[in-house]
Protein backbone atom coordinates (compact mmCIF):
# COMPACT_ATOMS: atom_id res chain seq x y z
CA UNK A 1 0.00 0.00 0.00
CA UNK A 2 2.55 2.29 0.68
CA UNK A 3 4.49 1.43 -1.92
CA UNK A 4 1.45 2.03 -4.59
CA UNK A 5 1.37 5.67 -2.48
CA UNK A 6 4.56 6.29 -3.44
CA UNK A 7 4.26 5.49 -6.81
CA UNK A 8 1.22 7.37 -7.30
CA UNK A 9 2.94 10.74 -6.05
CA UNK A 10 5.81 10.59 -8.07
CA UNK A 11 4.14 9.89 -11.02
CA UNK A 12 1.80 12.52 -10.62
CA UNK A 13 4.85 14.65 -10.07
CA UNK A 14 6.26 13.51 -12.76
CA UNK A 15 3.28 14.23 -15.27
CA UNK A 16 3.14 17.84 -13.87
CA UNK A 17 6.46 18.28 -15.10
CA UNK A 18 6.25 16.97 -18.12
CA UNK A 19 3.29 19.18 -18.98
CA UNK A 20 5.53 22.47 -17.82
CA UNK A 21 8.71 21.11 -19.64
CA UNK A 22 6.45 20.72 -22.92
CA UNK A 23 4.71 24.04 -22.25
CA UNK A 24 7.83 25.68 -21.90
CA UNK A 25 9.44 23.89 -24.95
CA UNK A 26 11.85 21.95 -23.35
CA UNK A 27 13.15 18.17 -24.47
CA UNK A 28 12.91 15.81 -21.45
CA UNK A 29 15.71 13.21 -22.34
CA UNK A 30 15.47 10.32 -20.55
CA UNK A 31 12.69 11.48 -18.67
CA UNK A 32 10.70 8.47 -18.82
CA UNK A 33 12.11 6.13 -16.45
CA UNK A 34 13.05 2.64 -17.49
CA UNK A 35 10.82 -0.33 -16.37
CA UNK A 36 13.68 -1.83 -13.44
CA UNK A 37 15.03 2.30 -12.97
CA UNK A 38 15.50 2.91 -9.12
CA UNK A 39 13.75 6.35 -9.63
CA UNK A 40 10.21 4.73 -10.72
CA UNK A 41 7.81 1.96 -9.33
CA UNK A 42 8.30 0.31 -5.88
CA UNK A 43 12.07 0.66 -5.66
CA UNK A 44 10.78 4.45 -4.78
CA UNK A 45 9.68 3.36 -1.12
CA UNK A 46 13.03 2.18 0.09
CA UNK A 47 14.52 5.65 -1.42
CA UNK A 48 12.25 7.81 -0.09
CA UNK A 49 13.48 6.40 2.75
CA UNK A 50 17.06 6.48 2.37
CA UNK A 51 17.25 10.09 0.67
CA UNK A 52 14.50 11.85 2.99
CA UNK A 53 17.67 12.96 5.41
CA UNK A 54 19.91 13.66 2.06
CA UNK A 55 17.08 15.71 -0.03
CA UNK A 56 15.67 17.97 3.38
CA UNK A 57 19.64 18.52 3.72
CA UNK A 58 19.44 20.90 0.39
CA UNK A 59 15.89 22.12 0.89
CA UNK A 60 17.13 23.64 4.64
CA UNK A 61 20.29 24.88 3.12
CA UNK A 62 17.68 26.84 0.62
CA UNK A 63 15.71 27.86 2.76
CA UNK A 64 18.29 29.58 5.30
CA UNK A 65 19.54 31.56 1.64
CA UNK A 66 16.08 32.59 1.04
CA UNK A 67 15.88 33.94 4.65
CA UNK A 68 19.09 35.70 4.25
CA UNK A 69 18.02 36.74 1.11
CA UNK A 70 14.62 38.65 2.71
CA UNK A 71 16.01 39.78 5.68
CA UNK A 72 18.72 42.02 3.56
CA UNK A 73 16.39 42.61 1.04
CA UNK A 74 13.09 43.85 3.01
CA UNK A 75 14.34 43.78 6.63
CA UNK A 76 11.81 40.52 7.28
CA UNK A 77 13.72 38.03 9.81
CA UNK A 78 13.12 34.69 10.92
CA UNK A 79 15.15 34.35 13.77
CA UNK A 80 17.01 31.59 14.85
CA UNK A 81 15.18 29.34 17.07
CA UNK A 82 18.85 27.97 18.30
CA UNK A 83 19.01 32.27 19.93
CA UNK A 84 15.73 32.03 21.50
CA UNK A 85 16.30 29.07 23.54
CA UNK A 86 19.33 28.87 26.17
CA UNK A 87 21.86 25.93 24.94
CA UNK A 88 21.83 24.68 28.70
CA UNK A 89 20.32 25.04 32.18
CA UNK A 90 24.31 26.53 33.05
CA UNK A 91 24.14 24.45 36.42
CA UNK A 92 27.79 24.11 36.96
CA UNK A 93 28.26 21.14 38.39
CA UNK A 94 30.81 20.74 41.62
CA UNK A 95 34.12 20.57 40.62
CA UNK A 96 36.13 19.22 43.86
CA UNK A 97 39.00 15.99 43.89
CA UNK A 98 39.13 14.05 46.91
CA UNK A 99 41.37 14.45 49.40
CA UNK A 100 44.65 11.68 49.20
CA UNK A 101 45.22 10.15 52.66
CA UNK A 102 48.69 11.82 52.98
CA UNK A 103 46.16 15.20 52.76
CA UNK A 104 43.89 13.66 55.28
CA UNK A 105 46.68 12.70 57.57
CA UNK A 106 48.57 16.14 57.28
CA UNK A 107 45.18 17.48 58.06
CA UNK A 108 44.47 15.43 60.90
CA UNK A 109 48.10 16.20 61.87
CA UNK A 110 47.74 20.15 61.99
CA UNK A 111 45.10 20.28 63.79
CA UNK A 112 46.12 17.99 66.82
CA UNK A 113 49.95 18.57 66.59
CA UNK A 114 49.61 22.26 68.14
CA UNK A 115 48.48 20.65 71.81
CA UNK A 116 50.51 18.11 71.54
CA UNK A 117 53.88 20.16 71.33
CA UNK A 118 51.90 22.44 74.00
CA UNK A 119 51.77 19.33 76.46
CA UNK A 120 55.10 18.51 75.68
CA UNK A 121 56.62 21.94 75.70
CA UNK A 122 55.14 22.52 79.10
CA UNK A 123 56.19 18.97 80.77
CA UNK A 124 60.05 19.96 79.42
CA UNK A 125 59.32 23.54 81.03
CA UNK A 126 58.57 21.80 84.10
CA UNK A 127 61.68 19.14 83.99
CA UNK A 128 63.88 21.69 82.93
CA UNK A 129 63.27 23.70 85.70
CA UNK A 130 63.36 21.10 88.51
CA UNK A 131 66.18 19.72 87.26
CA UNK A 132 67.82 23.38 87.21
CA UNK A 133 66.94 23.97 90.87
CA UNK A 134 68.16 20.91 92.16
CA UNK A 135 71.51 21.14 89.99
CA UNK A 136 72.19 24.47 91.15
CA UNK A 137 71.45 23.15 95.15
CA UNK A 138 73.81 20.54 94.09
CA UNK A 139 76.39 23.17 93.45
CA UNK A 140 75.48 25.21 96.03
CA UNK A 141 76.25 21.79 98.20
CA UNK A 142 79.62 21.40 96.54
CA UNK A 143 80.89 24.92 97.19
CA UNK A 144 79.54 24.95 100.98
CA UNK A 145 81.74 20.92 101.21
CA UNK A 146 84.59 22.58 99.88
CA UNK A 147 84.48 25.67 102.10
CA UNK A 148 83.91 22.93 104.81
CA UNK A 149 86.87 20.89 104.32
CA UNK A 150 89.25 24.34 103.60
CA UNK A 151 88.24 25.60 107.03
CA UNK A 152 88.81 22.36 108.64
CA UNK A 153 92.16 21.87 107.14
CA UNK A 154 93.07 25.43 107.97
CA UNK A 155 91.89 24.73 111.73
CA UNK A 156 93.46 21.99 111.63
CA UNK A 157 97.08 23.48 110.34
CA UNK A 158 96.67 26.28 112.67
CA UNK A 159 96.05 23.99 115.94
CA UNK A 160 99.43 21.80 114.55
CA UNK A 161 101.04 25.02 114.15
CA UNK A 162 100.38 26.73 117.93
CA UNK A 163 100.68 22.94 119.09
CA UNK A 164 104.25 23.09 117.81
CA UNK A 165 104.94 26.52 119.09
CA UNK A 166 104.01 26.15 122.85
CA UNK A 167 106.11 22.58 122.12
CA UNK A 168 108.92 24.11 121.46
CA UNK A 169 108.55 26.67 124.38
CA UNK A 170 108.63 24.26 127.02
CA UNK A 171 111.51 22.19 125.13
CA UNK A 172 109.13 19.07 124.02
CA UNK A 173 109.96 18.96 120.36
CA UNK A 174 111.09 15.73 120.52
CA UNK A 175 108.72 14.15 123.13
CA UNK A 176 106.12 11.88 122.95
CA UNK A 177 103.74 14.33 124.54
CA UNK A 178 104.79 16.50 120.92
CA UNK A 179 103.96 13.49 118.69
CA UNK A 180 100.58 12.80 120.85
CA UNK A 181 99.18 15.84 120.59
CA UNK A 182 100.26 15.85 116.70
CA UNK A 183 98.19 12.51 116.46
CA UNK A 184 95.25 13.94 118.17
CA UNK A 185 94.81 16.98 115.96
CA UNK A 186 95.33 14.43 112.84
CA UNK A 187 92.27 12.02 114.41
CA UNK A 188 90.10 15.27 115.10
CA UNK A 189 90.66 16.55 111.10
CA UNK A 190 90.07 12.99 109.69
CA UNK A 191 87.12 12.62 111.97
CA UNK A 192 85.58 15.99 110.39
CA UNK A 193 86.13 14.37 107.32
CA UNK A 194 84.55 11.52 107.58
CA UNK A 195 81.71 13.19 108.78
CA UNK A 196 81.57 15.43 105.92
CA UNK A 197 81.86 12.53 103.45
CA UNK A 198 78.39 11.12 105.58
CA UNK A 199 76.39 14.34 105.88
CA UNK A 200 77.19 15.40 102.15
CA UNK A 201 76.81 12.06 100.69
CA UNK A 202 73.40 12.24 102.09
CA UNK A 203 72.41 15.75 100.62
CA UNK A 204 74.50 14.46 97.40
CA UNK A 205 72.21 11.07 97.17
CA UNK A 206 68.72 13.15 98.36
CA UNK A 207 69.50 15.55 95.13
CA UNK A 208 70.44 12.24 92.77
CA UNK A 209 67.25 11.07 93.84
CA UNK A 210 64.98 14.02 93.36
CA UNK A 211 66.54 14.32 89.50
CA UNK A 212 65.88 10.31 89.00
CA UNK A 213 62.12 11.03 90.04
CA UNK A 214 61.86 14.14 88.15
CA UNK A 215 63.36 12.63 84.72
CA UNK A 216 60.93 9.47 85.37
CA UNK A 217 57.92 11.84 85.49
CA UNK A 218 58.87 13.65 82.54
CA UNK A 219 59.47 9.98 80.64
CA UNK A 220 55.90 9.19 81.91
CA UNK A 221 54.48 12.32 80.86
CA UNK A 222 55.80 12.21 77.44
CA UNK A 223 55.19 8.72 76.94
CA UNK A 224 51.63 9.02 77.69
CA UNK A 225 51.50 12.14 75.79
CA UNK A 226 52.70 9.89 73.01
CA UNK A 227 50.16 7.19 73.07
CA UNK A 228 47.15 9.78 73.49
CA UNK A 229 48.36 12.04 70.28
CA UNK A 230 48.35 8.67 68.62
CA UNK A 231 45.25 7.45 69.61
CA UNK A 232 43.59 10.88 68.85
CA UNK A 233 45.35 11.26 65.44
CA UNK A 234 43.96 7.78 64.04
CA UNK A 235 40.32 8.62 65.65
CA UNK A 236 40.48 12.14 64.14
CA UNK A 237 41.96 10.56 60.64
CA UNK A 238 38.92 7.91 60.45
CA UNK A 239 36.52 10.87 61.46
CA UNK A 240 38.14 13.26 58.49
CA UNK A 241 37.96 9.89 56.19
CA UNK A 242 34.05 9.93 57.14
CA UNK A 243 33.52 13.74 56.44
CA UNK A 244 35.23 13.40 52.80
CA UNK A 245 33.43 10.10 51.84
CA UNK A 246 30.36 11.97 52.89
CA UNK A 247 31.16 14.79 51.02
CA UNK A 248 32.31 12.82 48.03
CA UNK A 249 28.65 10.91 48.12
CA UNK A 250 26.88 14.53 48.45
CA UNK A 251 28.59 16.15 45.73
CA UNK A 252 28.14 12.69 43.15
CA UNK A 253 24.81 12.83 43.86
CA UNK A 254 24.56 16.72 43.46
CA UNK A 255 26.35 16.09 40.20
CA UNK A 256 24.05 13.34 39.33
CA UNK A 257 20.95 15.05 39.42
CA UNK A 258 22.11 17.57 37.36
CA UNK A 259 22.98 16.09 34.74
CA UNK A 260 19.71 14.17 34.65
CA UNK A 261 18.29 17.69 34.59
CA UNK A 262 20.55 18.84 31.89
CA UNK A 263 19.80 15.38 29.76
CA UNK A 264 15.93 16.41 30.29
CA UNK A 265 16.35 19.61 29.98
CA UNK A 266 18.08 18.62 26.42
CA UNK A 267 15.85 16.38 25.31
CA UNK A 268 13.21 18.84 25.80
CA UNK A 269 14.97 21.75 23.76
CA UNK A 270 14.94 19.29 20.97
CA UNK A 271 11.48 18.28 20.55
CA UNK A 272 11.45 22.04 20.96
CA UNK A 273 13.80 23.81 18.51
CA UNK A 274 12.67 20.86 16.07
CA UNK A 275 9.01 22.10 16.62
CA UNK A 276 10.26 25.37 16.71
CA UNK A 277 12.30 24.77 13.20
CA UNK A 278 9.47 23.03 11.47
CA UNK A 279 7.33 26.06 12.28
CA UNK A 280 9.79 28.86 11.06
CA UNK A 281 10.43 26.98 8.33
CA UNK A 282 6.89 26.62 7.20
CA UNK A 283 6.78 30.00 7.63
CA UNK A 284 9.62 31.13 5.33
CA UNK A 285 8.29 28.94 2.66
CA UNK A 286 4.65 30.33 2.93
CA UNK A 287 6.14 33.78 2.19
CA UNK A 288 8.47 32.70 -0.60
CA UNK A 289 5.07 30.99 -1.68
CA UNK A 290 3.21 34.29 -1.59
CA UNK A 291 6.05 35.65 -3.02
CA UNK A 292 6.00 33.47 -6.18
CA UNK A 293 2.68 33.96 -6.85
CA UNK A 294 3.14 37.42 -7.23
CA UNK A 295 6.10 37.04 -9.30
CA UNK A 296 3.44 35.00 -11.46
CA UNK A 297 1.40 37.93 -12.45
CA UNK A 298 4.07 40.55 -11.99
CA UNK A 299 7.76 39.34 -12.87
CA UNK A 300 10.66 38.62 -11.27
CA UNK A 301 13.56 41.58 -10.43
CA UNK A 302 16.73 41.01 -11.22
CA UNK A 303 18.15 40.83 -7.61
CA UNK A 304 15.85 37.87 -7.21
CA UNK A 305 16.72 35.81 -10.29
CA UNK A 306 20.48 36.11 -9.26
CA UNK A 307 19.59 34.94 -6.16
CA UNK A 308 17.69 32.13 -7.66
CA UNK A 309 20.52 31.58 -9.85
CA UNK A 310 22.66 31.58 -6.77
CA UNK A 311 20.47 28.44 -5.25
CA UNK A 312 20.24 26.73 -8.52
CA UNK A 313 23.95 26.42 -8.60
CA UNK A 314 24.18 25.44 -4.93
CA UNK A 315 21.56 22.47 -5.76
CA UNK A 316 23.37 21.72 -8.78
CA UNK A 317 26.40 21.80 -6.33
CA UNK A 318 24.68 18.79 -3.74
CA UNK A 319 22.62 16.96 -6.85
CA UNK A 320 26.38 16.34 -8.40
CA UNK A 321 27.06 13.49 -5.91
CA UNK A 322 24.28 11.44 -6.51
CA UNK A 323 23.69 9.67 -9.79
CA UNK A 324 21.35 11.00 -12.39
CA UNK A 325 18.50 8.76 -10.69
CA UNK A 326 19.12 9.08 -7.47
CA UNK A 327 19.14 12.96 -7.77
CA UNK A 328 15.49 13.04 -10.15
CA UNK A 329 14.53 11.07 -7.30
CA UNK A 330 15.32 13.48 -5.28
CA UNK A 331 14.16 16.26 -7.17
CA UNK A 332 10.80 14.99 -7.83
CA UNK A 333 9.93 14.32 -4.23
CA UNK A 334 11.72 17.82 -3.62
CA UNK A 335 9.36 19.80 -6.18
CA UNK A 336 7.11 21.99 -4.24
CA UNK A 337 9.75 23.24 -1.93
CA UNK A 338 12.43 23.47 -4.79
CA UNK A 339 9.73 25.45 -7.14
CA UNK A 340 9.26 27.77 -4.71
CA UNK A 341 13.03 28.41 -3.34
CA UNK A 342 14.00 28.41 -7.26
CA UNK A 343 11.33 29.57 -8.71
CA UNK A 344 9.86 27.62 -11.26
CA UNK A 345 12.04 27.79 -14.54
CA UNK A 346 14.94 27.05 -12.47
CA UNK A 347 13.38 23.78 -11.52
CA UNK A 348 13.05 22.88 -14.63
CA UNK A 349 16.09 23.78 -15.74
CA UNK A 350 17.44 21.94 -12.99
CA UNK A 351 15.50 18.81 -13.92
CA UNK A 352 16.61 18.98 -17.33
CA UNK A 353 20.38 19.88 -16.15
CA UNK A 354 20.10 16.59 -14.09
CA UNK A 355 18.55 14.22 -17.06
CA UNK A 356 21.33 15.67 -19.51
CA UNK A 357 24.69 15.45 -17.72
Known amino acids: MAENKVKEKADEILDKIKKAFRDFG ?13 ADGAGN ?20 MEADYRAKQTGVEFPDPEESVPPSLNEKPIEYV ?24 KATEKYDSETDTLENLRA ?46 NRAEAEAYSNYDKEYDLKYNEIRDKLAEAEAVYENALREYDLTY ?6 KI ?25 AAYQRERATMLQEMQKERSEAILETAAKEAEYEKENGISAEKQAEYARRTDAAKEFYSA ?16 LITL ?6 MLLLNWNLTR
Open 26 to 38: YKLSGAEPDAGSD
Open 45 to 64: ADADSSYYADRTELIDRLIE
Open 98 to 121: GKSEEEIAAEAETALLPDYEKNVN
Open 140 to 185: ELEAKESTDRASTKTAADEARKEYTGDMILQGLVNSTIMSYGNELI
Open 230 to 235: AADLEA
Open 238 to 262: SKLKAEEESRLKEINEYNRKLAERE
Open 322 to 337: YDKNQAHYMLLMSSDE
Open 342 to 347: LGSRNY
